[in-house]
């Protein structure tokens, strides 16, 4: 499976930005895709991510702020993590990953989003 992140960029604090995220080769093998993140000096943490039957899971801090959906073609199945009302402490290295059923995990390149006035 590759992994094509975009979308990040420079944000005021209320602003909105659009993370997609898109897997192609074996996507059939794709049990769960998601966004994760990492502040300086902080652990990576779970964001947002959606099951294969379509269940969403969101941390408590996107709830209500951010929204994850996901498109499939024949060739890919991209994520997109709408996210709205932005804060600083959103402020963050933003990583797409994808698990498959043969346990593999995989890790897109990282998008930086900086949400700052």
């Known amino acids: 499976v590759q992994l094509q992140a975009s979308g990040g960029g420079l944000v005021q604090p209320g602003g909105d930005l659009r993370l997609s995220c898109a897997a192609s080769?074996?996507?059939?093998?794709?049990?769960?895709m998601g966004w994760y993140r990492q502040a300086p000096g902080k652990q990576r943490e779970s964001v947002a991510s959606?099951?294969?039957?379509?269940?969403?899971?969101?941390a408590d801090s996107a709830k209500g702020r951010f929204t994850l959906s996901r498109r499939h073609t024949d060739a890919n199945s991209t994520i997109f993590l709408q996210m709205s009302s932005l804060k600083p402490e959103d402020t963050a290295l933003y990583y797409c990953?994808?698990?498959?059923?043969?346990?593999?995990?995989?890790w897109g390149q990282g998008t930086q989003v900086t949400v700052s006035s």
């Open positions: 080769g074996s996507i059939l093998s794709i049990v769960a």
């Open positions: 959606i099951s294969n039957s379509g269940m969403i899971t969101y």
């Open positions: 990953r994808v698990l498959t059923w043969r346990s593999e995990d995989y």
